[in-house]
């Protein structure tokens, strides 16, 4: 059976409402050896960050649609 990943992220997301954007910590970054990367936080507490792969391996950037923000870069403060 093929998995359909957008859709189901769709149901799990769906509605939720942005509540800010922060970067991981720097105590979490290093215990998961990446570099600090922007996370989505919602209003119910919910959350969901970049990766540079599905296995874990490092942070990465978010790409937008915005002309005055393009990209909200790894390692940021």
């Given at each position: 059976?093929?998995?359909?990943w957008?859709?189901?992220a769709?149901?799990?997301f769906k509605?939720?409402?942005?509540?800010?954007?922060?970067y991981?910590?720097?105590?979490?970054s290093?215990?998961?050896?990446?570099?600090?990367t922007?996370?989505?936080?919602?209003t119910?507490g919910?959350?969901?960050?970049?990766?540079?792969?599905?296995?874990?391996?490092?942070?990465?950037?978010?790409?937008?649609?915005?002309?005055k923000?393009?990209t909200i870069p790894?390692?940021?403060?």
């Amino acid at each position: 059976m093929k998995t359909d990943w957008s859709g189901d992220a769709t149901k799990i997301f769906k509605g939720k409402v942005v509540a800010k954007i922060e970067y991981t910590s720097r105590e979490e970054s290093r215990e998961m050896d990446w570099n600090r990367t922007p996370v989505i936080i919602f209003t119910d507490g919910s959350w969901i960050l970049t990766s540079s792969d599905d296995e874990g391996n490092s942070g990465g950037a978010f790409f937008t649609s915005s002309d005055k923000m393009p990209t909200i870069p790894q390692g940021g403060w």
